[in-house]
């Protein structure tokens, strides 16, 4: 059994949907018992994470925190995956900049910030392509589309 928490820290309401979501990204990648949070922050709180653990001094718009990077956590037979914190004025933005709607971009995002959690990257050219055809199949799975 997956289990994650959403913290929205009163910054977004509407999010009933990335339940569904993230349960056929969970399912899609075969990952059954693990837990995960996903925080929702302000542009002041995602630059100071930002600046302080990537040495970047900006707002972005989602950074993943994955527990599983140094050795497996695992309690209670449970991985524990790590925190995903999403930028909630910047997902607006970036929806409005798109041209798609808030419930893409958010799904997007923390389907991105999931994937960093389970090992993707898309450092390299070949990598960003995996991850963000992935991503794609994953909304188009839940009739997330443009």
Known sequence: MNS????????????????????????????DNACFSIIFVGNAEIEKINKEYRGIDRVTDVISFAFEDSEDLVYNDIRVLGDIYVCIPRMQEQAREYGHSEK?????????GLLHLLGYDHMEKEDENIMFALQ????NEANITR
């Open 4 to 31: 994650f928490v959403i913290t929205d820290n009163g910054l977004y309401s509407d999010y009933a949907y990335l339940e569904d979501v993230l349960n056929i990204a969970l399912k899609h990648e075969k990952i």
């Open 104 to 112: 893409r971009e958010l799904s997007f995002l923390c389907v991105h």
């Open 136 to 139: 794609e199949l994953i909304l």
